[in-house]
Structures are given as C-alpha cells and as structure tokens.
C-alpha cells in the first residue's frame, strides 16, 4: 500500500514542481490594471491558460486574449500603459527591466486586434523596443499612440511622439515609414501587401474603438447616432460659445491628471474597490441658445471592481424645455471613455459627447460636453462642470 502510494504522490508532486518552476523562470511583465469580460494568457511554453483578472501579473512567456465586447488594461513592469480592445491576441515575448549597466528591452506582437499604449521608461532609441504586427515591425521613441489590424488592414494613429513601422511589401521589398513627430502623417491605413494610405485625421474605427459602455449601450441610440453627432459638434460649441460664457477660472486651477499627486492616476484607480458615485456638484458653467440655464445637475457612478461607468446623467432647464442625457461607459487605464446613449431636449430627441478627466488624483472629475436636437442642430446647450 505504501509502494503504491509512492508512485502516485511522487508524479504529482513533480508535475507541480515543473508547474512552479516554469512560472518563476517567466518574467513578471506587468499587472492586470482591468480585465473586463473574457480575458486571459496563455503560456506559450506549457500552452496553459488562466484567466485574467484585476491584479494577476502577466509574463513575457504569455499570449493574451480579449474575447468579443471585452476589454484589458495592463501596467507594465516600466511604468507603461497598455489597453487591449476586444478580439485581441497580444504576444510578450520580452518585456525585461533595464538596470544600471543594461538597458530594459521589449519584443511583442499584435497578432491581430486593437491596441492602445502609453509608453513607460523603456524607450527605442537603442533598438530595444519592438512591436510586431502582421504588416511590419514598429520601433518607437517615447510616444502615445493606437494600432488596430483587421480584416488584414492595420490602422495607425500616434497621438505623441514617433514611431517607425518597417513595411514589407508584397514584392518583397522593406521600407521604413514614420508617423508622427513632425512628420507629413500622423495617421494611416496600411494592408497586408505593404500599402501605405496615409489619413489627414484619426480613422473612423478608432471613434468605434472606445468600448463606451456595455452591450446594451453599444446597440443603442447613442452608439447609432455617434456619426451625425462629431458632425455637428463644431457647429453646436460654436453656438454655444457665442451666449457668452460664465467664469471658468476654476478649470485652470485644476490639477490634471492627479499632477499635484504622486501616485499615477492609473495606480490610484487599481488600488481603489467597489462602486463609487460622483454627485456633489463643486462648479459648473452651461450655456444654451436657448437662453438662460437653470437646474444644472449631474451625476456618475464608477464600478472600479470592473472597470465601468454603469450609469450617468446630467439634466437642466431653458427656455425650450429640459435638457436630459443619460450616459456610459469604461475605464481606460487612467481616464474615463463614455458614450451618450440618450438624449431629450424637451419632447425633442438630442444627440451629443460627453469627456471627463480625473483631477485631484482621482477624488473629482472635471467634465465638458456639448447637446444638440437631431432635427434642429441649431438648438443646442454645453458646458462645463466639476464633480467629487
């Protein structure tokens, strides 16, 4: 009985072993800032997958997943931040700390799918940062920027700083193309074969690309109206700013982005839990063209557990009636992406946007937005306001 015994705890035991050496051999890459939906790694040594939630660390062994209408957001080992939108497979094959005699390097590749990153303290101005995609590599030099490859078209935004894609074209031949940092582009489309189109703006994917808000709100009216919205934005802020405006000194005198704090905002959102409500109106200024405003309230709740803004709204009254907006949507890494998902202004459907910024770490937000009715985008109302 106890030969037997032997021989089956001893195989076990051994598996486990091999199990623990495996993960400590692997690198720590970073942590799982949020993982909403179906979010996972798969080993690419024992191919073993884990789900990932928040606070799991990731390797540079591992190949992470996002499903549909799902969504990560990862702090890497050298401050850098990086979103993955749904149906993304992201490879880490290296993601090494520099030290005081080595430089840090780092080796992925978008194996399909949409990302989205901040870059931290490991830069490529050596050579040590490089991002593969399925139309070329990338080298970058400190920058914020998107890519998004589908139905083998890569999309290519940078918001700050450079980056320099080496292109293989379908005859074979390599060429290097830069985007951003003074360069005639910013943005492009480029396909499988090499192609190379570059765009004056962001492409329109990227305005799709948010997540903002859940399925319901994906499908609804704000999602549907989202086009003809950005169109007449200019127009209704234009409008709006022609009533004369109220003092907003108060928003210079905000600290973005938690500036005035230490900790990175993104950091103060990982460590916070539970559900909080922004509801205590601290300033505001809104005007309409329909006259003076009165009533101005305004509200949201954040699910920091999952990363969500499950619901908002905001609501005042002019002379035409009052104005109401319910809204949505996520968390991406250190601000709030939401989505207007209806609208009214009086018995008149309205269409509009919504952005907000963490100030004073993350214990208020600072907010503008713009409203407009979709049968007379004449009518129209936006502002300003500060919440905790």
Not at 207 to 224: I, K, L, P, Q, R
Not at 236 to 255: K, L, P, R, W
Not at 320 to 341: H, P, R, Y
């Amino acid at each position: 009985m106890r030969s037997n015994l032997s021989v089956i705890v001893m195989p076990m035991l051994a598996l486990c072993s091999l199990a623990l050496s495996a993960q400590d051999q692997a690198d720590n890459a970073g942590l799982t800032l949020m993982a909403r939906g179906n979010v996972t790694a798969t080993a690419t040594d024992t191919q073993q997958s884990r789900d990932l939630n928040r606070k799991a660390p990731v390797f540079n062994i591992d190949q992470v997943s996002t499903g549909a209408q799902s969504q990560a957001q990862f702090r890497m080992l050298d401050g850098a931040l990086l979103a993955l939108q749904s149906d993304t497979e992201l490879l880490i094959s290296e993601y090494k700390a520099g030290s005081a005699t080595e430089q840090g390097s780092v080796v992925m590749e978008l194996v399909k799918g949409s990302l989205r990153t901040v870059t931290g303290s490991i830069k490529g101005d050596a050579g040590n940062y490089q991002l593969k995609t399925p139309v070329g590599s990338i080298g970058i030099r400190g920058t914020t920027f998107q890519l998004s490859y589908i139905n083998e078209i890569m999309l290519v935004g940078v918001w700050d700083g450079q980056i320099e894609l080496q292109v293989t074209r379908a005859d074979g031949t390599v060429e290097n193309v830069t985007f951003g940092g003074g360069q005639s582009s910013s943005f492009a489309r480029i396909s499988r074969a090499g192609q190379v189109t570059p765009l004056l703006s962001p492409p329109a994917e990227f305005a799709g690309d948010t997540g903002a808000g859940d399925e319901e709100s994906s499908s609804g009216s704000g999602s549907n109206t989202n086009t003809a919205s950005n169109t007449v934005l200019t127009q209704a802020t234009n409008s709006v700013s022609n009533q004369g405006s109220e003092d907003t000194s108060f928003i210079a005198a905000q600290s973005y982005q938690g500036s005035n704090n230490q900790i990175p905002v993104a950091d103060l959102i990982a460590a916070r839990t539970g559900s909080y409500q922004y509801n205590t109106l601290e300033q505001f200024s809104v005007q309409s063209t329909e006259g003076a405003v009165s009533g101005f309230q305004v509200s949201l709740t954040i699910d920091f557990d999952n990363g969500t803004v499950p619901q908002g709204e905001l609501s005042f009254n002019d002379a035409g009636g009052e104005w109401f907006a319910a809204f949505n949507g996520v968390v991406n890494v250190d601000q709030l992406e939401l989505g207007v998902n209806f609208a009214s202004h009086g018995n008149e459907r309205a269409q509009g946007q919504i952005d907000t910024l963490f100030v004073n770490g993350i214990d208020q937000i600072l907010g503008q937005f713009v409203l407009s009715e979709i049968e007379n985008p004449a009518v129209t109302a936006g502002g300003i306001f500060l919440i905790k």
